[in-house]
């Protein structure tokens, strides 16, 4: 099993700053693209950046220049670097990893999901 544990969340000023970091444990074979997701009251999950094992990185239009997605491989862990946060902004997100889980002989493919982390931006 594999668990995705997300912090860095929180209540910050309209055009400050927060960095999101999200932590992945467990059986890990292999760790494939990652992303951070968000999500409004009463509203569907949204991309918001992912980014390929290989530091690839895409971004949907509205969050480019304001938001900065990056990865450490060795830590299996994957940042969101907010700037610029607007009371848009305000929503809980969510890292999600692609990961084949097992060893080398047996290993399974598929999608986890963190609990999600708050960030409320004031104006």
């Known amino acids: 099993q594999v668990s995705l544990v997300e912090s860095g969340g929180g209540l910050v000023q309209a055009g400050g700053s927060l960095r999101l970091s999200c932590a992945a444990s467990?059986?890990?074979?292999?760790?494939?693209?990652m992303g951070w997701y968000r999500q409004f009251p009463g509203k569907q999950r949204e991309v918001v950046a992912t980014?390929?094992?290989?530091?690839?990185?895409t971004y949907i239009d509205s969050m480019k220049g304001r938001f900065t997605i990056s990865r450490d491989n060795a830590k299996n862990t994957v940042y969101l670097q907010l700037n610029s946060l607007k009371p848009e902004d305000t929503a809980v997100y969510y890292c999600?990893?692609?990961?084949?889980?097992?060893?080398?002989?047996?290993?399974?493919?598929?999608?986890?999901w963190g609990q999600g982390t708050q960030v409320t931006v004031t104006s």
């Open positions: 999600k990893a692609d990961v084949n889980s097992g060893n080398r002989f047996f290993n399974t493919r598929r999608d986890f």
């Open positions: 467990g059986s890990i074979f292999r760790m494939n693209d």
């Open positions: 980014i390929t094992n290989g530091g690839s990185a």
